[in-house]
């Protein structure tokens, strides 16, 4: 089995989760939830996190007893094989590159007020560019996607 070589840093990982938090969760997510559930998105958000508590611990736990580079991939090739290792990277990494795009709209739709000459389609075109750019950049180099986020 090839060996994974640590590239990234606490503060390079410390961003790159905060920020894919922060970008859609804070920003992007609560107006749309609030436009569905009214105030009692204030519940949802609650339960959520009560409902994350076991898989955060499993990561931990994981994590702790297999302390190598690759996360969610090493676990899972070591448990089950390359082929679903490499499913469950690719399909880790597809789920944050959609994250980032989903991030990436909701941002152009706040700047739609402060810069009214953008269409819904530019905003859309534009989002599309910025995640085919950062995706390129994570496929080059983790360790650049992590200095990018800092």
């Known amino acids: 089995m090839e060996t994974l070589k640590r590239e990234l840093g606490f503060w390079d990982v410390f961003s790159l989760s905060s920020g894919a938090m922060i970008s859609s969760g804070i920003f992007?997510?609560?107006?749309?939830?609030?436009?569905?559930?009214?105030?009692?998105?204030?519940?949802?958000?609650?339960l959520a996190s009560l409902l994350i508590i076991p898989a955060m611990f499993a990561q931990t736990e994981l994590a702790t007893a297999m302390p190598k580079s690759g996360g969610t991939y090493f676990y899972i090739t070591r448990s089950f094989g390359g082929m679903y290792g490499t499913f469950s990277g690719i399909?880790?990494?597809?789920?944050?590159?959609?994250?980032?795009?989903?991030?990436?709209?909701?941002?152009?739709?706040?700047?739609?007020?402060?810069?009214?000459?953008?269409?819904?389609?530019?905003?859309?075109?534009?989002?599309?560019?910025?995640?085919?750019?950062?995706?390129?950049?994570?496929?080059?180099?983790?360790?650049?996607?992590?200095?990018?986020?800092?």
């Not at 950049?137 to 986020?149: A, C, E, P």
């Open 28 to 46: 992007v997510l609560p107006a749309i939830v609030y436009e569905k559930a009214g105030p009692s998105m204030l519940f949802s958000y609650f």
């Open 91 to 150: 399909a880790n990494w597809f789920s944050l590159m959609l994250k980032s795009a989903f991030a990436l709209v909701g941002i152009g739709v706040f700047l739609k007020p402060l810069v009214p000459v953008y269409s819904p389609h530019m905003i859309t075109i534009l989002a599309c560019i910025f995640t085919i750019i950062f995706s390129i950049l994570n496929i080059l180099s983790v360790k650049g996607s992590g200095r990018s986020q800092i």
